[in-house]
């Protein structure tokens, strides 16, 4: 492999590369010839350049790649390879040997179509070289054949197998090569190097994608702008960010490769970091809508009169969230607390604060099942206080300004919290909102106290990463009397006993809810394995519980549907309650003791904490069940920790590092911000980070005065604070 090569390409681009002169050279050749693409073209390609504009890209391949978050040629360059595999031994054909993973070179000698009985092709090709010859043999691609013609010279990568008294390839990598190729090292970008390997998506494979990047890195690299200043980079031995670029795609060692994830995880992460500490600048800079005067003896009157006792934790967390309200500036305060510790609870005080002020609440959920069950909690602590609740729907036509509490989804936003008649916004689950609902909550020129809720345990990573803007509050401790759920992974031929099980469990007056992670059958191969919720309650409908009630529960039925299911599994007229994850929050049956859950290893042990979670509400034993729907996943060992762990907060930290910040929720559609480079688990990256973020939004700092870091923080204000 060459050494990095620091020169201007023909167009005059300053280019660091690991790349040898003979392969920009015939990228250039590539990328200029009239049957591609014109100079003119070259010329105005940048990083925002739309993908789809490229050479063999288009309209289709547009729409594929828009399934990887790629829609500019920035976003091509910037999208990161899953792996790399190591084709960097080059060997004579006459020397490799069985097993070995290895890049031959030669000329074809010949090439062709075999056609086998069931109609299927099998391509054969045999490359010779001065040293000896090599079949190398593919299936079901007949243009290969008329891709390498008898008489062309190719490249050939891949893991040499014994066949016969010789070796072979079977699908292995290939690249067409020119004489001049033949000549040079390090002309190529499929074979003879570490070749990476991307997420993919139907209809587009790493090879294409690296047949894409490669000609747009001495193009394009040097336009990816160093904000960082010298003295940062040599401090925390970064390379130069164009530099990165390129050797993230194509590294010439394994340790360069780790430098270019090294920096690109730095400038991620101080993204992340700037963004947070900047929202929490603009939000202590906020107006406060209506200040709050709590009149302590009626808050007393109203805590004396809960029917438990306030644990020591929520004593605390009250005190911190009432503090907040008392000030001259809005309340921005997370409570995180686990399945069942009281959450509601305090949301329940806060709301009453700011009844006792003379002013209105407003709760919201991110579903219907969950605030009718706020609703049902609310109206049965302050009702009784005067209070008058409404529950907030879509099609509601009635004045709210009447009401001192509205409860509700997302039509909240739109009827009520966005006329800012409301001096306290309570949002559970907040990670379920999209960014844009949340920003109609501080568009107007004076904001609410937020008071921000979470069942979802948060490692503490995570927290300091994501939720730096926000004041944390956490709930470590759980109500007296709460049992604890017996979690149990059940192998497949133990799946029968679990319904005799589950039955008798039935015939003692007891509920039980099954839960499915689909709710129609998928066509999906890999997915075939997976039940579904309609198909599953048919199944045990009538085939293993023909003499029980069952219900089914799943987020396309109708709110009037899903209330009705509800209600009667509540009052006991029916025994199983067969549901998808819709579930996980809102559910409170006292009389349901048993979980179980079909396909458990594709959920993120957070949210299988969650639906557990559903039962051991009351004093009886309750427990959880998990099947997994391949018995011989390797998640099965994840899945046993629920078991052990005494909290949600130990399984979010174990889930985190096993499966990263996108899984830990068990979806990736939750607002949480999806990582490309950078690990919440480096407790180090976050520490430094987060410093250098403060730096330079001190006011005096030296950093501020770059213009590069005046642009790079614009555009994160952009992006955190919608007009």
Known sequence: MSETCSRKTAHGVPFLSPLSLGTQRKLHRVWTSKERVSYNLLMKLTLKTPVRALHMVGPTYAGRLNKLDIDSVGD???????????????????????????????????????????????????????????????????????????????????????????????????????STDMREKGTTIHTGRLVPVYPETKGVSSKWIRSRIAPLLPLLASELEEWLPESILKQESLVPLPKAIVSLHFPSALSEAKKAWGRLAFEEMVNIQLAVQNRRKSWDRRKLGKKLVIEDSKLNVFLSSLPFRLTQAQRRVTQEVLGDLGQDKPMNRLLQGDVGSGKTVIAAIAIYAAFISGEKSALMAPTEILAMQHLETIKKLLAPFGMRIAMVTSSMKENLTKYDVAIGTHALLYKTVETGSHALVVIDEQHRFGVEQRALLIKKSRTPHILTMTATPIPRTVALTLYGDLDLSILDEMPPGRVRIKTWVIPPHKRESAYRWMRERIKLGEQAFIVCPLIEESTNETMLQVRAATEEFDRLKDKVFPDLALSLLHGRLSSRKKEEEIQKFRKGKTNILVTTPVVEVGIDITNATVMMIEGAERFGLAQLHQLRGRVGRGIKESYCLLFPS??????????????????????????????????????????????????????????TTQRLAREILEENSKLLKLQSVRTKLSTLEKDIEPN
């Open 76 to 178: 091509l360059l910037m999208h990161p390879p899953r792996r790399y595999e190591d084709y960097s031994r080059v060997s004579p054909i006459g020397s490799v040997q069985n097993g070995e993973v290895v890049t031959i070179r030669g000329q074809v000698k010949t090439s062709r179509n075999v056609f086998t009985r069931s109609h299927k092709t099998i391509q054969k090709i045999v490359i010779t070289d001065q040293t000896g010859t090599l079949k190398a043999t593919w299936f079901n691609q007949p243009y290969i054949p008329n891709t390498l013609k008898p008489g062309s010279w190719v490249s050939l990568a891949g893991t040499a197998q014994q066949f016969g008294k010789g070796v072979q390839f079977t699908s292995p990598e290939y690249e067409k090569l020119s």
């Open 630 to 687: 391949n018995p011989k996943t390797q998640g099965l060992s994840r899945l046993r920790i629920l078991g052990t762990a005494k909290s949600g907060g130990q399984l979010a930290e174990f889930d985190l590092k096993l499966r990263g910040p996108g899984e830990i929720y068990g979806t990736k559609q939750h607002g949480y911000v999806n990582l490309k480079y950078a690990e919440l688990s480096d407790t180090r990256l976050i520490a």
